[in-house]
């Protein structure tokens, strides 16, 4: 079957929807639950190995495990909503799927206007005070010539 | 997409699969028992027992044969979502096996385990209408202290069937299921052939 929404705009804002704090979400709380809906995989908190490569392109390693929640909805019309984000947050994940389902609907442009591009920005701002605040405590090193040969 | 065809599970996850593992247990260590299980969630299809059971047992490492009459879309779709099991064509690689009573007269090709691992066999969920109405049979062995009359509505053959593939410590546990109901019937049980 014909997927109507893209894979990288649904990816973005799934991410977007995962990296979003509890309370930003909650301030969207009454609109995402104004609908009629089931849960076809209630909140649930699991366990994920996360793996690595030493380097971006070493052999991979397992770095460890993390905790993981996931959820999936199906509101009244059929659509179905899916989250998966790190920690053990049950109610963000309710409403980071339904979130998602909302956003394959009609009114998609409503809500990438109200939910992800205000959340994706306060993201974009955290992440670029956290890069400075890191900036400034770089360290350069370097040696002076000892002068062996 | 499969999406609209999922449905949910069980209300309590954990505890629900906890319960159907546990019948499960109790189903094999008393042959020819029934067990039931309560509040358990059903499937255009599939059995409340036969799903139940599913839910518990089969995970990614374990994988499915269908049998064609369970091969729908939708028990599909379902069973890959919630139990992430492998679905496969073939019997020889499959772990667990769901049958209807059709199928019994031909169990070929199900892994019977092998002498050092007889653990590895393939396990036969098998969904009939209901656990009574054919020929009473007296069911003997272990975890059975005299003797249990058991009237499965199976094809006479069947039994046949089993006991040739039944090389102890190698074989077959199966599990029959009807509604709510179960009834186990490991590879050490012995079934008298004669008319009780």
Known sequence: MHNPVPHAERQHWIGVLARARRSELQAHEAALRDVEYQLIRAPEIGMTLVRGRMGGNGAPFNVGEMSVTRCVVRLADGRTGYSYLAGRDKVHAELAALADAHLQGPRQRHWLEQVITPLASAQADRRALKEADTAATKVEFFTLVRGEN | ?196
């Open chain 2, 1 to 196: 997409m499969s999406a609209q065809l999922l449905q949910p599970a069980f209300a309590d996850p954990v505890l629900d699969s906890q319960r159907g593992f546990r019948a499960a247990m109790k189903a094999l260590a008393g042959p020819g028992l029934v067990q039931t299980l309560q509040a358990t969630p059903s499937l255009e299809g599939l059995a409340p027992a036969t799903y139940a059971l599913c839910l518990a047992l089969l995970d990614v490492d374990t994988p499915l044969w269908l049998a064609p009459s369970f091969d729908t879309p939708l028990i599909r779709a379902n069973l890959a979502f919630h139990c992430g099991c492998p679905l496969t064509a073939d019997r020889e690689t499959a772990r667990f096996a769901l049958l209807g009573a059709d199928e019994l007269l031909d169990l070929s090709g199900f892994d019977h385990g092998n002498d050092r691992y007889p653990d590895q066999s393939c396990t036969l969920l098998v969904q009939l209408p209901n656990l009574n109405g054919g020929k009473r049979l007296s069911w003997r062995g272990p975890g059975i202290e005299t003797g249990h009359q058991v009237a499965l509505p199976v094809a006479d053959g069947f039994w046949g069937e089993r006991e040739r593939r039944n090389e102890f410590p190698r074989g077959l546990d199966l599990f029959f299921t009807a509604g709510h109901d179960l009834i186990g019937l490991p590879r050490s049980s012995r079934i008298a052939q004669e008319r009780v």
